[in-house]
T-cell receptor
Framework: EAGVAQSPRYKIIEKRQSVAFWCNPISGHATLYWYQQILGQGPKLLIQFQNNGVVDDSQLPKDRFSAERLKGVDSTLKIQPAKLEDSAVYLC???????????????FGEGSWLTVV | GEDVEQSLFLSVREGDSSVINCTYTDSSSTYLYWYKQEPGAGLQLLTYIFSNMDMKQDQRLTVLLNKKDKHLSLRIADTQTGDSAIYFCAERGGATNKLIFGTGTLLAVQP
């Protein structure tokens, strides 16, 4: 079974530039997540989609970050304009369904590493 | 609010047991998880425990949950060099039902 795919794996940009990350979840997974992991910290949820609708975006800095999942499958996370503190790994994850169903496993991609200089 | 804390670093010798500890604040957590992250890789789910359980064993892994003290631990028996990684504790449930991660514990296994 194919896992969560993300691209690009690595990106270096200058501050104030823009960047976009793409995610393809596991086939059939209705719930998609974007997490931000700053070096030395645990991942922090940015946004959660259920199919193509947003369930939770309370920690998404909406002045510069945007995300969409137009057809309920692939998703794109955009940062514009980037700041130095946006340097992090952006992890995409997916699960069959949201919520606390029994062991509802969240599967993570390998992440997109962003460095803002 | 929800908070999950872990010690930053643990060093053990190959063949010894490793115990990684985690404390959380949300008493309404439903599930508690342990994830492993190797360098340059994503997060791999190792195991999880439901909040009404005290212990779960899965091969070399033993999870202990003390719900009264809000303390979770992961024991790795016969630790191998391939176990060297960052281990994240995470809790889920409560008001937001989000997966809240700890800061991670770097496990270094000395040959």
């Amino acid at each position: 079974e194919a896992g969560v795919a993300q691209s690009p794996r690595y990106k270096i940009i200058e501050k104030r530039q823009s960047v976009a990350f793409w995610c393809n979840p596991i086939s059939g997974h209705a719930t998609l997540y974007w997490y931000q992991q700053i070096l030395g910290q645990g991942p922090k949820l940015l946004i959660q989609f259920q199919n193509n609708g947003v369930v939770d975006d309370s920690q998404l800095p909406k002045d510069r970050f945007s995300a969409e999942r137009l057809k309920g499958v692939d998703s794109t996370l955009k940062i514009q304009p980037a700041k130095l503190e946006d340097s992090a790994v952006y992890l995409c994850a997916s699960s069959l369904a949201p919520g606390g169903q029994r062991g509802n496993t969240i599967y993570f991609g390998e992440g997109s590493w962003l460095t803002v200089v | 609010g929800e908070d999950v804390e872990q010690s930053l670093f643990l060093s053990v010798r190959e063949g010894d047991s490793s115990v990684i500890n985690c404390t959380y604040t949300d008493s309404s957590s439903t599930y508690l998880y342990w994830y492993k992250q190797e360098p340059g890789a994503g997060l791999q789910l190792l195991t999880y425990i439901f909040s009404n359980m005290d212990m779960k064993q899965d091969q070399r892994l033993t999870v202990l949950l003390n719900k009264k003290d809000k303390h979770l631990s992961l024991r790795i028996a016969d630790t191998q060099t391939g176990d060297s990684a960052i281990y994240f504790c995470a809790e889920r449930g409560g008001a937001t039902n989000k997966l809240i991660f700890g800061t991670g514990t770097l496990l270094a296994v000395q040959p």
